[in-house]
C-alpha cells in the first residue's frame, strides 16, 4: 500500500467472546487499539473494534472462557504478517479477558479497496481522487 492508501486503510475488528462485558475492562478498545497500530503499523484513528462480550460461544465442546476474533483489513495481512498479529492479539486477549490462547481463533480477511466503503464512498474512489 502506498502512504495514502495506507491512512485510508481501515481495519475492521471485531471481539466475540462469552466473557462477560462487566468483566471486559473500559478501556478495552483503547488497548486493543494500540496493540493493532503497533503490529499492523495503521494509524489508530482508522481501527476500528467493536466488542460483543457475554455470547453463546463454546470452543472444542468444552465450556470456559472463548474468543472468536475477526480482522479485516485493506493490506498489511499476509502469512508471516498474520503470524505476527496474531501472536500479539492473543497475548493481549489473554491478558485482559483471561481467554486461554488455544481457545482464540482469528479469521484474517485481506480487502480490496473497492470492499470498503467511507465517507459516502468506498476507499477506492477515495484513492483515485487523490
Known amino acids: 500500500l502506498s502512504a495514502t492508501s495506507s491512512k485510508l486503510a481501515m481495519p475492521m475488528v ?3 467472546t462469552n466473557v462477560e462485558m462487566a468483566n471486559i475492562s473500559d478501556d478495552f478498545e483503547v488497548k486493543l487499539t494500540e496493540v493493532l497500530h503497533e503490529s499492523m ?3 489508530r484513528e482508522r481501527i476500528m473494534i467493536e466488542i460483543d462480550g457475554g455470547r453463546r460461544l463454546m470452543y472444542g465442546a468444552k ?3 472463548g474468543c472468536q476474533i475477526s480482522i479485516k483489513s485493506i493490506g498489511c ?3 508471516q504478517m498474520n503470524i505476527r498479529h496474531s501472536a500479539k492479539v492473543c497475548d493481549f486477549i489473554q491478558k485482559e ?4 490462547k488455544d ?3 482469528i ?3 485481506d480487502l480490496s479497496a473497492h470492499q470498503v466503503g467511507f465517507n459516502g464512498t468506498t476507499v477506492a474512489e477515495e484513492l483515485a481522487k487523490r
Open 77 to 79: 495481512l499476509g502469512d
Open 103 to 105: 481457545k482464540i481463533l
Open 14 to 16: 471485531r471481539v466475540a
Open 63 to 65: 465450556p470456559g472462557p
Open 107 to 109: 479469521e484474517f480477511s
Open 41 to 43: 503499523g495503521k494509524p
Open 97 to 100: 479477558l483471561g481467554v486461554p
